[in-house]
């Protein structure tokens, strides 16, 4: 195994770590796989889901810069606006969120936390955010620079060479885990929304857990697209870190076919897929990663994709408060109290 200095890189301790592994008892018997899940969703309550193991290296580097503000941007549901909300108010420096909005928002779900939480948020269009969120944020860290306060900007998902580090990570622990558990995982699954989880864990499995696979299911665009996101992100850490790694997108497993009608939107089978899996294990996946992740992986078990793999492990991302802007959809489809 090349040396690696991963080990020296500044890093919080924000998350609650190690996150829990359980098995699927039910799952695994139903569909004929031995599946289980590790509990991202458990690294926090403000700070739940991913984004957190990332934010640990983004905040400190952040910190180590003398920033007074970090500056970053997302959908108006988005998970990692809100960790970062939460995480910038603990360490106690402002948060300035950027979001992509179509037309006025409702106060509900993440949002809310994220005034909650005191953040600043500035609203742009879905085309402004596609063709110039950096360059806006640039010029928001700038008026924040005019005015003496240090600013620190995060990419989208705090997805780069630095969060990336959070995944790498998380790989270990996995091992860690493994030996305590008695038992190993050969088959790693997970949502990809902005990439970073994906590139952390593929560099992970490199380094230090050569024997498993790592597949990811996309919640938006397609696989060309996070083959070359992933290993753009993952060829910025091989270069931070001074690893011997050949990064190749031939070897990244990016499973299209399960984003839905797009982005943050569900289709009725997707979210009845959540309230069954929530019925029968107690576990509630969120409606735009995991719930659609989950629900691919459902389905390539069942037509036989999955069978090499001996046992599976799925990580719950999180974006629990990601169901509650559902509601009424979720009304619509589940039985409503009856009369005693
Ligand atoms: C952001 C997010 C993901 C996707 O992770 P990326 O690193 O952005 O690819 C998955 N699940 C949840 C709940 C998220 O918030």
Redesign the pocket.
Do not use: E, I, L
């Given at each position: 195994m090349s040396k690696i200095n991963i080990d020296n890189i500044s890093r919080l301790t924000l998350a609650n770590l190690p996150t829990p592994i359980q098995r699927l008892e039910r799952l695994s018997e139903e569909w004929g796989v031995d599946l289980w899940i590790k509990r991202d969703d458990y690294t926090g309550i403000e700070t739940s889901?991913?984004?957190i193991r990332k934010l640990e290296y983004t905040i400190a580097k952040a910190l180590s810069e003398e920033a007074g503000v970090v500056i970053t941007c997302g959908g108006i549901q988005s998970?990692?606006c809100r960790s970062t909300a939460a995480v910038a108010a603990r360490v106690g420096i402002k948060s300035h969120l950027v979001l992509r909005i179509d037309e006025e928002p409702p106060l509900e779900g993440n949002y809310l936390l994220d005034k909650i939480l005191g953040a600043e948020v500035s609203f742009i269009s879905r085309s402004d955010y596609s063709e110039r969120r950096n360059e806006i944020m640039k010029e928001i860290a700038d008026s924040y620079e005019a005015k003496g306060i240090k600013a620190y900007v995060i990419p989208e998902?705090a997805?780069d060479g630095v969060g990336n580090l959070g995944y790498i990570q998380a790989v270990r622990e996995i091992k860690k885990q493994e030996k305590e558990l008695g038992v190993e995982f050969d088959t790693i699954v997970?949502?990809?929304?902005?990439?970073?989880?994906?590139s952390g864990l593929y560099l992970g499995t490199k380094l230090f857990a050569p024997e498993k696979t790592v597949y990811s299911f996309n919640v938006c665009d397609d696989e060309e697209y996070f083959l070359n996101v992933c290993s753009q992100i993952a060829t910025d850490t091989v270069k931070a870190l001074g690893a011997e790694i050949e990064v190749k997108k031939d070897d990244m497993h990016i499973i299209d076919g399960y984003k839905g009608i797009g982005y943050a939107i569900s289709r009725d089978e997707e979210l009845e897929f959540i309230a069954e899996v929530a019925k029968k294990e107690g576990v509630i996946l969120?409606p735009?990663?995991?719930g659609k992740a989950f629900y691919g992986l459902c389905n390539e078990i069942k037509k036989g994709n999955f069978s090499k793999s001996k046992r599976i492990l799925f990580i719950h991302?999180?974006?629990h408060f990601g169901v509650f802007p559902k509601q009424e959809q979720f009304a619509k489809l589940l039985v409503v109290s009856s009369d005693l």
């Open positions: 889901g991913n984004k998970n990692h998902g997805s997970s949502a990809v929304g902005s990439g970073g989880t994906y969120d735009v990663y995991t991302t999180g974006g």
